[in-house]
């Protein structure tokens, strides 16, 4: 169980291309189930520039990534 | 040059010539031999020639100057031995100096009487008198310009900067290992203290003693505990270093994926590497369980993929340039998912896997083709540099680069596991 926060689709866009720390990017993906965009609690906990502040205020959901492919059928 | 030589008139003793002063050749005087006195010594002989045009207090004589008329338009006389001493640098840390001969050589020559002209006859070295042989002079030893200050080699320094720029390679492995170790720093990494640097100093001298150097396209010691020192790359730092995507934990023992949305780019496309000559390797210091992808890359309209997966505690799936579908798959009864884990294409024919330096499984699969679609590690890339399956174990070493013999496999896995030990975060 993974801990993400939902993001807009303008929230998305605004981090994309945008630095955690030196050489670490956000990344910002769809979830695949009923959550739209989500970055991770380590990218919030880690970020350290001013102009991503507000992501400290999102609120945390508990997350089940998919696993795809899984198992011996992967592909 | 040396026609009619038997015409000359010899000394009385052994093969002494007798020596002619040109002045009175040409004067048209009396031949009075330079070398009248057999017993005297050959600088004796020498001195009492006197140029008139005072020519040899200007230069030491030698065969072209010899006549100061017309030698110069003509080719150089060897003479032999040459005492011009060769300095060929080694390779090694010990530079060999060069020595220079004490003694400017005495050249032999005479007035060739047939010739009207200055002679020189290399084979009477050893019959002249006082002609001495060049000798290692101790006053004239080259001071070795390339010696090397023994580096600082896993002791107590705490802070690995270079401290000398040497001016030819040494011990292998030690220039880059440095090399690399401040490019982690510069790049913010943490907490290299002198039991770290040294490992990775030894590391990288392994790597290059045993041939392993250039069978690395690329590599990663993930040093630093953080983005900023982990990315480096260790064998062209600054060149595909990594950057981090998404949720990454970074620490001492390396760097760890969330399962949801971290993976590390390397920038190295699949067309960079070699059809049938290819490995990729990572070590994982995180024992778990994850049905994803742990690295690699694969195209659909390419139709090829090379990843490798380590999953449900038993299985473990490579490709390297196949079709873009299935994996070869090894089962173990204790796999715990961590340890150093290779896929490696010997042949068009022929895929292998590795663990822990040992061999796993083959199969005689083809070869397709590669794709501009670049490496990443904690999940897979695919067309349009889409990222997908991520996992979520934890990586201290990855590298891409040629095929590995299986005793290359075994030595690379013991150099990265004893590089990971010394650090204290090996799981084999």
Request: proline fraction near 7%; charge should be negative; glycine fraction near 8%.
């Amino acid at each position: 169980m993974e801990l993400v926060a939902a993001l807009t689709i303008n929230e998305k866009d605004s981090l994309v291309g945008q630095l955690v720390q030196p050489d670490w990017y956000f990344n910002p993906r769809l979830s695949g189930d009923t959550l739209p965009w989500i970055i991770s609690e380590q990218e919030i906990n880690a970020s350290i520039y001013p102009d991503h502040i507000w992501i400290k205020d999102l609120t945390l959901v508990e997350y089940n990534p998919p696993v795809n492919p899984s198992g011996s059928t992967i592909n | 040059m040396r026609k009619n030589i038997d015409k000359r008139t010899w000394g009385v003793l052994g093969k002494m010539k007798t020596y002619y002063s040109p002045q009175k050749q040409v004067e048209g005087k009396s031949k009075t031999p330079l070398n009248a006195n057999a017993f005297d010594s050959w600088d004796v002989k020498r001195s009492r020639f006197k140029r008139i045009d005072g020519y040899e207090n200007k230069v030491p004589p030698n065969v072209q100057q010899m006549d100061g008329i017309n030698e110069s338009s003509s080719s150089p006389i060897p003479v032999s031995p040459t005492p011009t001493p060769s300095f060929t640098p080694t390779s090694t840390s010990t530079p060999t100096p060069s020595i220079t001969p004490s003694s400017t050589p005495i050249i032999d020559c005479y007035w060739d009487t047939n010739n009207d002209n200055w002679e020189n006859d290399s084979t009477l070295w050893n019959d002249c008198v006082n002609v001495p042989t060049p000798t290692p002079s101790p006053t004239n030893t080259m001071t070795p310009t390339n010696t090397m200050t023994p580096t600082n080699t896993n002791t107590s320094t705490p802070t690995p900067t270079p401290s000398i720029t040497p001016s030819t390679s040494f011990v292998s492995g030690t220039t880059e290992a440095e090399t690399y170790l401040a490019a982690v720093l510069a790049g913010g990494g943490t907490g290299l203290t002198s039991t770290i640097s040294g490992a990775t100093i030894t590391m990288f001298r392994d790597i290059m003693a045993n041939n392993l150097w250039d069978k690395l396209d690329i590599f990663y010691p993930m040093l630093g505990g953080n983005s900023g020192g982990m990315k480096v790359n260790g064998r062209n730092p600054g060149t595909n270093d990594l950057t981090f995507n998404g949720g990454w934990t970074f620490s001492n023992s390396g760097a760890t994926g969330n399962g949801t949305n971290a993976y590390a780019e390397t920038g190295y496309a699949d067309t960079n590497t070699l059809l049938n000559d290819y490995h990729q390797a990572i070590y994982s210091f995180v024992r778990n369980s994850n049905g994803n992808i742990d690295c690699g890359v694969g195209s659909a309209s390419a139709n090829t993929r090379s990843a490798m997966y380590v999953n449900e505690l038993t299985t473990f799936g490579a490709s390297a340039h196949r079709a873009n579908s299935g994996y070869i798959s090894s089962t173990y009864t204790a796999n715990t998912g961590a340890g150093l884990y290779v896929v490696d294409r010997p042949l068009s024919n022929s895929e292998k896997s590795f663990t822990n330096g040992s061999f796993s499984t083959s199969a005689a699969t083809a070869s397709t083709s590669r794709t501009s679609n670049t490496y990443v590690f904690g999940a897979r890339r695919i067309d349009n540099q889409v990222t997908e399956a991520y996992n979520n174990r934890g990586y201290c070493w990855y590298s891409i680069g040629k095929s590995l013999s299986d005793s290359q496999q075994s030595t690379l896995s013991s150099i990265i596991n004893t590089f990971q030990t010394t650090l204290n975060r090996n799981t084999y």
